[in-house]
T-cell receptor, first 112, second 116 residues
Framework: ELKVEQNPLFLSMQEGKNYTIYCNYS?????LYWYRQDPGKSLESLFV?????AVKQEGRLMASLDTKARLSTLHITAAVHDLSATYFC????????????FGKGTKLSVKP | DAMVIQNPRYQVTQFGKPVTLSCSQT?????MYWYQQKSSQAPKLLFH???????NEADTPDNFQSRRPNTSFCFLDIRSPGLGDAAMYLC???????????????FGPGTRLTVT
C-alpha cells in the first residue's frame, strides 16, 4: 500500500526566512505533485515532478525529487505572508491508474 | 478558458435527504475523479471514471454513488447523508493516462456540503 508522509505538519515562520517541507513515499511511483490549498478553497497545482533529480522553481518555491530515496522537498526562500496556505504532496499509485495519494499536508503560516 | 466547474459551491441538506453534486469540464479529459476532503484532512479519493468505466475505491461507502452521462459531466449522489458526510467534495479531471502514464489532475473549486 502506497503511503505518503509529510513533515512538518505545521510550520510557523517569519517573513524573509527559508525553510523546507519534506515528502516521503513508501513505494515506487510514476510522478509526484505539489498542491497549494488556501482555506476553504480548492487545490492549486504547483509542480509536477516526473523523474529522478527533477527540480522545478516558481517564484520563492522550489521543488525537487529523489526517486531513489523516495523523497521530495519543497523549499521556501525568503518567505512572504502570501505563501501562507496548506501544501500537499501527492503521488500516483502507479500502473495504469492515475489515483492520487495525498500526504496529510503542511499548514504554513508566515508571520511579519 | 478551459476549466472544471462544480455546482453548487455550497450545499446544505438535511440528515437522510438525498443530495446530488455536479461537476462539468471543458477540458475534454477522459478521466474524472471525486474526492472527499474533511476539515483539516487530505483529500480522499471516492471513485473515478475512465471514460464510462466506473472505478470505486474499496473503502467508499455504498451511500455514495456516481453517474457520468457524457464526457463533460459527472455527478456525485449521496443517497442518505449523515452528519459524518459533511465535507468539501472536489471534482478533478485528467487526460488519458493509459498510453503515457497518469497525467496531472485539475481540480474544480469544490462543493462544501453541510448536513443538518
Amino acid at each position: 500500500e502506497l503511503k505518503v508522509e509529510q513533515n512538518p505538519l505545521f510550520l510557523s515562520m517569519q517573513e524573509g526566512k527559508n525553510y523546507t517541507i519534506y515528502c516521503n513515499y513508501s513505494t515506487t511511483s510514476d510522478r509526484l505533485y505539489w498542491y497549494r490549498q488556501d482555506p476553504g478553497k480548492s487545490l492549486e497545482s504547483l509542480f509536477v515532478l516526473l523523474s529522478n533529480g527533477a527540480v522545478k522553481q516558481e517564484g520563492r518555491l522550489m521543488a525537487s525529487l529523489d526517486t531513489k530515496a523516495r523523497l521530495s522537498t519543497l523549499h521556501i526562500t525568503a518567505a512572504v505572508h502570501d505563501l501562507s496556505a496548506t501544501y500537499f504532496c501527492a503521488v500516483t499509485t502507479g500502473g495504469s491508474q492515475g489515483n492520487l495519494i495525498f500526504g496529510k499536508g503542511t499548514k504554513l503560516s508566515v508571520k511579519p | 478558458d478551459a476549466m472544471v466547474i462544480q455546482n453548487p459551491r455550497y450545499q446544505v441538506t438535511q440528515f437522510g435527504k438525498p443530495v446530488t453534486l455536479s461537476c462539468s469540464q471543458t477540458l475534454n479529459h477522459n478521466v474524472m475523479y471525486w474526492y472527499q476532503q474533511k476539515s483539516s484532512q487530505a483529500p480522499k479519493l471516492l471513485f473515478h471514471y475512465y471514460d464510462k468505466d466506473f472505478n470505486n475505491e474499496a473503502d467508499t461507502p455504498d451511500n455514495f454513488q456516481s453517474r457520468r452521462p457524457n464526457t463533460s459531466f459527472c455527478f456525485l449522489d449521496i443517497r442518505s447523508p449523515g452528519l459524518g458526510d459533511a465535507a468539501m467534495y472536489l471534482c478533478a479531471t485528467s487526460r488519458d493516462w493509459v498510453l503515457a502514464g497518469p497525467y496531472e489532475q485539475y481540480f474544480g473549486p469544490g462543493t462544501r456540503l453541510t448536513v443538518t
